[in-house]
């Protein structure tokens, strides 16, 4: 009797309860096509209030067997066009993801942003420099639907008292026709 009692506790230990959810799966409903609406503030950090708006579209696709995803972002408007890369990497040891983003037009990778989703909002920093000057970054991930998603970065120069928001986009599926 003993040894069926081990078991048993053995496969609760090890089974995951229901309704528990993979942090590495975190980005699994991003996968596919979305039109992707951008504004982005004109001159961060100089009290500038003027925004420059985008269209284009969004595709993310998952490689290396689901463990990691790569976004293919390209939108253009009056100021010209955005072409970027970015490179989801799950961590399972730390549960965390970093976002890995190239700008295709100077060729150069930004410091990784690293977080998590907590109750469905992803938070994601990272300590870069802007124009010279340390910033702390903040992305902020928040699915509005199933079909609908919010993406938000801010700069602080006051280690996260105060936040400047200055990347504003909006993903919304698209259905094959």
């Known amino acids: 009797m003993r040894t069926s009692i081990s078991a048993l506790l053995l496969l609760i230990l090890v089974v995951p309860p229901a309704g528990s959810v993979d942090a590495a799966h975190d980005f699994d409903s991003q996968i596919g096509t979305w039109r992707t609406t951008l504004r982005r503030l ?21 490689v290396m067997d689901g463990r990691a995803n790569l976004v293919e972002l390209r939108v253009a408007g009056a100021a010209g066009k955005i072409e970027a890369l970015s490179l ?15 700008n295709l037009a100077d060729g150069s990778l930004a410091t990784p942003s690293v977080g998590r989703f907590t109750n469905g909002r992803g ?21 509005e639907s199933r079909d609908v998603i919010h993406f938000e970065q801010a700069f602080s120069v006051d280690d ?9 986009a909006t993903d919304t599926r698209v259905r094959n026709q």
């Open 42 to 62: 004109k001159d961060p950090l100089s009290g500038s209030i003027t925004w420059l708006e985008y269209q284009g579209t969004t595709a993310t696709r998952a």
């Open 123 to 143: 938070e994601f920093y990272s300590q870069e420099k802007f124009r010279g000057r340390p910033v702390r970054v903040r992305f902020v991930i928040q699915p």
């Open 160 to 168: 996260g008292r105060n936040w400047e928001v200055n990347w504003i």
């Open 88 to 102: 989801r990497l799950y961590d399972p040891t730390k549960e965390q993801w970093s976002l890995n983003y190239a």
